[in-house]
């Protein structure tokens, strides 16, 4: 399985961005999606993972109540609502993909390349 992300940029603090990834080559409905971020000179860091039948999510605390993720089999897309921006979300946004959250969040089993979201203050 390939995953692209798409959606980041310039935004100032408290702004809003909705990040997409794409899937192909491969079977996408029964796979757990979900971010992970690296902020620059930082450790790659869990955001927030959907099971794959779409009705549990799990989301690192520093982003509860402000990230959404949501995800349409139909068009194996998987996308990231961020929501009250601060500049600390400031890093390169990766979605990722494993049999499950448990495993997205740790070791996932697939990667993409990411998108740059800087939230200036």
């Known amino acids: 399985v390939q995953l692209q992300a798409s959606g980041g940029g310039l935004v100032q603090a408290g702004g809003s961005l909705r990040l997409s990834c794409a899937a192909s080559g491969g079977t996408f409905s029964d796979l757990a999606l979900g971010w992970v971020r690296q902020a620059a000179g930082k450790e790659r860091e869990f955001v927030g993972a959907?099971?794959?039948?779409?009705?549990?999510?799990d989301y690192a605390d520093s982003v509860k109540g402000r990230f959404t993720i949501s995800r349409d089999d139909a068009k194996n897309t998987v996308h990231l609502q961020v929501n009250s921006l601060k500049p600390e979300d400031t890093a390169i946004y990766f979605c990722?993909?494993?049999?499950?959250?448990?495993?997205?969040?740790?070791?996932?089993?697939?990667w993409g390349q990411g998108t740059q979201v800087t939230v200036s203050s």
């Open positions: 990722a993909a494993a049999g499950t959250m448990v495993e997205v969040r740790s070791t996932p089993r697939y």
């Open positions: 959907i099971n794959w039948y779409g009705d549990s999510t």
